[in-house]
């Protein structure tokens, strides 16, 4: 690893000196953390990360690679990354390539050898920032004044920017849908790397609005059984209508929901209609919305996995996965909508169910990777919800 | 659900003197369970023979025998304290509803999973005598059938294989043919072979290819006087892990802590070097892990409060087994609960007595509840301490038998600087890992702090587990082993040799600038 200089500069005027590892370049966003202790690869190509710089707090990132399955989307989307330490060598059978390379061929600047904890503690206080992170020897002063320019995430679409361009079938080209597994047993598996759970038949045709879908939710609908045709953030109601599908699925995605007036009349539209829907993260926001309820942006977000969760129905308590900046304000949201979740951390929204309607949403990440398995049922929920309505 | 109203008092057995694999921190769970309990109301009554205890400090408990800890003792005490309970006016044996929420405390209950392998070995006596049934005494905690499932390996394993999990294969045999079928299913050498019953587990050892194998199986099956051996598959050098389990009495599960072995399997866990949290597996593997460590809290039926699961891990495939769980707050508890800020043995405690996690606050940020899984910045390392100097007689070799006889804990922001701090708190006179300017004996030769040692004494302190093998590592990268020649003698795993490497780099870094 070659040891040239990096720099990460906040608006507030500090700035973070470091070494660069990734690509040599230059790139603005809004700088957040993530408190993963695994799953820097699914973080990195979660496509909600658009225009953000994020930090990771754990400070050994990089020691098992990175690998060509455990990706969310077609490529990294984080704006930079910062680390306290990136492995110097990669210890994991399943790797395919240091994380160094990966970030240096996808044009992501990344800087290491910051005191990531110190950031964290400022972001903390002062919320997520706007910032700016380089690797081409750009000067503080530089680097504070261009982090101070940049427009910042509020009211901005970056939907448009990673949802998928024209409507697909998803696993209509072989994606490997099957929940990955160990080897099991005596007799070793000449391919360990590609064992797949088997899948069920395909046969609930649903329609998945992309505003920037991590695939694990395509492979987790797909080992429920449903048919998953995925079409792009702008399509209308009519339009997603006319795949006669059982069921409509809001995926994840970056940015402020706010600024997704046309997502948010598409899916007031399927919530008149009346058929199933289900929602997460930024899908929920927009289901907050397009019931008439209002979003606003949190301090520093939820990202990572260990959020509590309580299922208020059950008493149950789920450990979730979480990366959104935003949340659903309870005290906005029609009578027919009921919060059934909350977070015991800070009890924030994190689900919503129709009284009368078969739609529910949780702000969280039940497809996980990274996290926690603890809501993979809500998927099956989604479908009992379908079948039932015959 | 809010705490069980029926339990008027609470019997907590000690885990006795201290010996090696059960040192001070049962009196560290015990006086935590001690005072959680006695913060709840509950009459507390403890024992044990240690006069060396927190725990048995007069406060800690309403009562304290310092009294052997046998069953015979024990059902003493049970008759004593349940007459002193009807002495205090308590309505033993009273008609109840089933609704333990609600009802004038008149039971007395013991709880037996914070007092280690002693406290739950005595307990098992007491259930299996028939002596808890006969005083109406309940086992809180973990019932008696989740401990014998437990703690028995042949049914624990059966049970493992019957959710679906994997387990290190073996099989018994009684004739050469049986024998070569057995090694035939496992597929692969080494081979570990086990006569029955012979005195000290003679005619045993590991066959590494089929002529050894036939000439082992043969002479174990001679040796056994029932002419029965076990064959089991050989896990050495494969990554070693442990997870931390909770469960409340509503089900929920958190992992309080993931730790990574840095000596591979072969090594007693308790004599090895430890991390927190896991370094080195995906997300997609740690989940799995995270998965199957509820499946078998689970399975066994430990109703609540914590567990701790061992996983054997094939570096070069994935393959994860299950080793063996302990159901009960153990050595690693006191690890994770210092590396976390997570209180094991109190949190196992409230849940014993009916509360659940998420109505728990927890102590550190004491806004959030105890229901989530704690998340660290930073690393923990966890380095046993030897005494072979004061035992000469004692092979020094580590095995599957502990041999260490405490441990020192470190944080750090990284690896490297927990495991220094580490060193330097073990008390052997090192501040870290070398570069000190101390010397190094090896047997009868002493050498100075920066000589370079013969290339055959460093491999053969590698080849084989010991107590100053950590030591080795140094040594031979300074004499040009190179990573991979290490991973190769050692099996430890090369994301830590890469970082000792860093260290070595580093204080040669620093020697050539003193210089």
């Given at each position: 690893?070659?040891?040239?200089?990096?720099?990460?500069?906040?608006?507030?005027?500090?700035?973070?000196?470091?070494?660069?590892?990734?690509?040599?370049?230059?790139?603005?966003?809004?700088?957040?953390?993530?408190?993963?202790?695994?799953?820097?690869?699914?973080?990195?190509?979660?496509?909600?990360?658009?225009?953000?710089?994020?930090?990771?707090?754990?400070?050994?990132?990089?020691?098992?690679?990175?690998?060509?399955?455990?990706?969310?989307?077609?490529?990294?989307?984080?704006?930079?990354?910062?680390?306290?330490?990136?492995?110097?060598?990669?210890?994991?059978?399943?790797?395919?390539?240091?994380?160094?390379?990966?970030?240096?061929?996808?044009?992501?600047?990344?800087?290491?050898?910051?005191?990531?904890?110190?950031?964290?503690?400022?972001?903390?206080?002062?919320?997520?920032?706007?910032?700016?992170?380089?690797?081409?020897?750009?000067?503080?002063?530089?680097?504070?004044?261009?982090?101070?320019?940049?427009?910042?995430?509020?009211?901005?679409?970056?939907?448009?920017?990673?949802?998928?361009?024209?409507?697909?079938?998803?696993?209509?080209?072989?994606?490997?849908?099957?929940?990955?597994?160990?080897?099991?047993?005596?007799?070793?598996?000449?391919?360990?790397?590609?064992?797949?759970?088997?899948?069920?038949?395909?046969?609930?045709?649903?329609?998945?609005?992309?505003?920037?879908?991590?695939?694990?939710?395509?492979?987790?609908?797909?080992?429920?059984?449903?048919?998953?045709?995925?079409?792009?953030?702008?399509?209308?109601?009519?339009?997603?209508?006319?795949?006669?599908?059982?069921?409509?699925?809001?995926?994840?995605?970056?940015?402020?929901?706010?600024?997704?007036?046309?997502?948010?009349?598409?899916?007031?539209?399927?919530?008149?209609?009346?058929?199933?829907?289900?929602?997460?993260?930024?899908?929920?926001?927009?289901?907050?919305?397009?019931?008439?309820?209002?979003?606003?942006?949190?301090?520093?977000?939820?990202?990572?996995?260990?959020?509590?969760?309580?299922?208020?129905?059950?008493?149950?308590?789920?450990?979730?996965?979480?990366?959104?900046?935003?949340?659903?304000?309870?005290?906005?949201?029609?009578?027919?909508?009921?919060?059934?979740?909350?977070?015991?951390?800070?009890?924030?929204?994190?689900?919503?169910?129709?009284?009368?309607?078969?739609?529910?949403?949780?702000?969280?990440?039940?497809?996980?990777?990274?996290?926690?398995?603890?809501?993979?049922?809500?998927?099956?929920?989604?479908?009992?919800?379908?079948?039932?309505?015959? | 659900?809010?705490?069980?109203?029926?339990?008027?008092?609470?019997?907590?057995?000690?885990?006795?003197?201290?010996?090696?694999?059960?040192?001070?921190?049962?009196?560290?769970?015990?006086?935590?369970?001690?005072?959680?309990?006695?913060?709840?109301?509950?009459?507390?009554?403890?024992?044990?023979?240690?006069?060396?205890?927190?725990?048995?400090?007069?406060?800690?408990?309403?009562?304290?025998?310092?009294?052997?800890?046998?069953?015979?003792?024990?059902?003493?005490?049970?008759?004593?304290?349940?007459?002193?309970?009807?002495?205090?006016?308590?309505?033993?044996?009273?008609?109840?509803?089933?609704?333990?929420?609600?009802?004038?405390?008149?039971?007395?209950?013991?709880?037996?999973?914070?007092?280690?392998?002693?406290?739950?070995?005595?307990?098992?006596?007491?259930?299996?005598?028939?002596?808890?049934?006969?005083?109406?005494?309940?086992?809180?905690?973990?019932?008696?059938?989740?401990?014998?499932?437990?703690?028995?390996?042949?049914?624990?394993?059966?049970?493992?294989?019957?959710?679906?999990?994997?387990?290190?294969?073996?099989?018994?045999?009684?004739?050469?043919?049986?024998?070569?079928?057995?090694?035939?299913?496992?597929?692969?050498?080494?081979?570990?072979?086990?006569?029955a019953f012979t005195l000290g587990g003679t005619g045993g050892g590991i066959a590494y290819n089929r002529e050894e194998?036939?000439?082992?199986?043969?002479?174990?099956?001679?040796?056994?006087?029932?002419?029965?051996?076990?064959?089991?598959?050989?896990?050495?050098?494969?990554?070693?892990?442990?997870?931390?389990?909770?469960?409340?009495?509503?089900?929920?599960?958190?992992?309080?802590?993931?730790?990574?072995?840095?000596?591979?399997?072969?090594?007693?866990?308790?004599?090895?070097?430890?991390?927190?949290?896991?370094?080195?597996?995906?997300?997609?593997?740690?989940?799995?892990?995270?998965?199957?460590?509820?499946?078998?809290?689970?399975?066994?039926?430990?109703?609540?409060?914590?567990?701790?699961?061992?996983?054997?891990?094939?570096?070069?495939?994935?393959?994860?087994?299950?080793?063996?769980?302990?159901p009960r707050v153990s050595r690693s508890s006191a690890l994770a609960s210092k590396a976390t800020g997570f209180p094991?043995?109190?949190?196992?405690?409230?849940?014993?007595?009916?509360?659940?996690?998420?109505?728990?606050?927890?102590?550190?940020?004491?806004?959030?509840?105890?229901?989530?899984?704690?998340?660290?910045?930073?690393?923990?390392?966890?380095?046993?301490?030897?005494?072979?100097?004061?035992?000469?007689?004692?092979?020094?070799?580590?095995?599957?038998?502990?041999?260490?006889?405490?441990?020192?804990?470190?944080?750090?922001?990284?690896?490297?600087?927990?495991?220094?701090?580490?060193?330097?708190?073990?008390?052997?006179?090192?501040?870290?890992?070398?570069?000190?300017?101390?010397?190094?004996?090896?047997?009868?030769?002493?050498?100075?702090?920066?000589?370079?040692?013969?290339?055959?004494?460093?491999?053969?302190?590698?080849?084989?587990?010991?107590?100053?093998?950590?030591?080795?590592?140094?040594?031979?990268?300074?004499a040009g082993f190179t990573v991979e020649d290490i991973f190769q003698l050692t099996k430890i795993d090369r994301w830590?040799?890469?970082?000792?490497?860093?260290?070595?780099?580093?204080?040669?870094?620093?020697?050539?600038?003193?210089?």
């Amino acid at each position: 690893m070659t040891r040239t200089t990096a720099i990460l500069a906040l608006e507030d005027g500090s700035v973070y000196p470091g070494t660069a590892f990734g690509a040599t370049a230059t790139a603005c966003g809004e700088v957040c953390f993530n408190t993963s202790m695994t799953g820097y690869q699914e973080v990195l190509t979660d496509p909600s990360y658009k225009g953000q710089i994020v930090t990771m707090t754990y400070p050994h990132i990089g020691n098992y690679g990175v690998n060509a399955v455990d990706v969310e989307s077609y490529q990294p989307h984080v704006a930079g990354f910062v680390v306290r330490e990136v492995s110097p060598v990669v210890s994991n059978w399943r790797a395919d390539y240091p994380l160094d390379d990966y970030l240096r061929q996808h044009g992501i600047p990344g800087i290491q050898g910051v005191d990531t904890r110190a950031l964290t503690k400022k972001l903390r206080v002062r919320g997520a920032m706007k910032g700016l992170i380089s690797t081409e020897g750009l000067s503080a002063e530089d680097a504070v004044a261009q982090a101070r320019a940049w427009p910042g995430l509020v009211g901005v679409d970056y939907v448009k920017e990673v949802s998928h361009r024209t409507a697909f079938a998803w696993d209509d080209r072989d994606e490997p849908s099957g929940a990955f597994r160990l080897t099991c047993g005596p007799a070793t598996e000449p391919q360990p790397r590609s064992l797949r759970d088997p899948l069920p038949a395909a046969d609930v045709p649903i329609v998945a609005y992309d505003f920037g879908i991590k695939y694990n939710i395509c492979r987790r609908l797909r080992q429920h059984g449903f048919r998953v045709q995925v079409v792009p953030a702008s399509t209308s109601a009519e339009e997603a209508l006319a795949h006669r599908p059982a069921g409509i699925f809001l995926s994840n995605g970056p940015g402020d929901p706010s600024a997704l007036g046309y997502a948010v009349r598409a899916v007031a539209d399927l919530v008149r209609h009346g058929i199933p829907i289900f929602g997460i993260c930024l899908g929920h926001q927009i289901l907050g919305q397009a019931f008439g309820g209002k979003t606003f942006k949190l301090k520093f977000g939820h990202r990572g996995a260990n959020q509590p969760v309580k299922d208020l129905d059950s008493g149950r308590v789920e450990i979730t996965s979480q990366n959104h900046g935003f949340a659903v304000d309870a005290s906005s949201l029609p009578a027919e909508v009921t919060v059934n979740r909350v977070n015991l951390n800070d009890q924030t929204v994190e689900g919503l169910r129709h009284k009368s309607k078969p739609i529910f949403c949780v702000q969280y990440h039940p497809e996980a990777s990274p996290g926690p398995h603890d809501s993979t049922p809500l998927f099956a929920e989604f479908r009992d919800l379908i079948l039932r309505r015959g | 659900m809010p705490k069980r109203t029926d339990i008027h008092s609470v019997l907590i057995i000690g885990a006795g003197p201290i010996i090696i694999g059960q040192a001070c921190e049962f009196d560290y769970s015990g006086t935590q369970a001690c005072k959680a309990l006695k913060e709840e109301g509950y009459r507390v009554i403890l024992v044990n023979s240690n006069p060396a205890t927190i725990m048995t400090d007069p406060e800690f408990a309403d009562r304290t025998y310092i009294e052997p800890i046998t069953p015979d003792c024990v059902e003493k005490i049970i008759v004593r304290e349940l007459e002193e309970m009807k002495r205090l006016g308590v309505p033993l044996g009273q008609p109840r509803t089933s609704n333990l929420e609600s009802q004038i405390p008149h039971k007395l209950v013991l709880l037996p999973t914070l007092g280690g392998q002693t406290a739950l070995n005595t307990a098992m006596a007491l259930h299996r005598s028939g002596v808890l049934a006969k005083h109406g005494v309940e086992m809180i905690g973990a019932n008696a059938a989740a401990i014998e499932r437990g703690e028995d390996r042949q049914v624990f394993k059966d049970l493992m294989l019957s959710i679906g999990l994997d387990v290190p294969i073996s099989g018994t045999a009684h004739t050469l043919e049986e024998c070569r079928a057995i090694a035939e299913r496992i597929g692969q050498f080494p081979l570990i072979i086990r006569p029955a019953f012979t005195l000290g587990g003679t005619g045993g050892g590991i066959a590494y290819n089929r002529e050894e194998f036939e000439e082992l199986a043969k002479r174990g099956l001679d040796l056994s006087p029932v002419n029965e051996i076990l064959i089991e598959e050989s896990l050495l050098g494969w990554k070693e892990y442990e997870m931390e389990v909770m469960r409340d009495r509503a089900d929920n599960c958190v992992i309080i802590c993931s730790i990574e072995n840095f000596d591979p399997m072969g090594v007693h866990t308790g004599d090895s070097i430890t991390v927190a949290p896991i370094q080195t597996l995906t997300d997609k593997e740690y989940q799995i892990m995270r998965d199957q460590s509820f499946a078998v809290i689970r399975a066994v039926g430990v109703e609540t409060g914590g567990s701790n699961i061992q996983f054997g891990v094939n570096p070069d495939n994935g393959r994860m087994v299950i080793i063996e769980m302990n159901p009960r707050v153990s050595r690693s508890s006191a690890l994770a609960s210092k590396a976390t800020g997570f209180p094991i043995a109190k949190i196992a405690a409230k849940l014993a007595v009916g509360y659940l996690l998420d109505e728990i606050r927890n102590d550190i940020t004491r806004e959030t509840p105890a229901s989530f899984e704690p998340t660290i910045d930073y690393v923990v390392t966890k380095i046993p301490r030897f005494a072979f100097e004061k035992f000469p007689q004692a092979d020094s070799t580590l095995t599957t038998q502990m041999k260490s006889v405490g441990e020192a804990m470190a944080i750090g922001r990284t690896f490297k600087e927990s495991f220094q701090k580490c060193l330097r708190s073990l008390e052997i006179g090192r501040s870290g890992l070398g570069g000190d300017g101390r010397p190094w004996r090896v047997g009868t030769d002493v050498f100075g702090d920066r000589d370079l040692l013969p290339r055959d004494v460093i491999s053969r302190k590698l080849t084989v587990p010991n107590a100053e093998r950590v030591f080795f590592i140094r040594h031979a990268l300074r004499a040009g082993f190179t990573v991979e020649d290490i991973f190769q003698l050692t099996k430890i795993d090369r994301w830590f040799l890469t970082q000792i490497r860093e260290i070595v780099e580093f204080e040669e870094e620093l020697a050539a600038t003193k210089n």
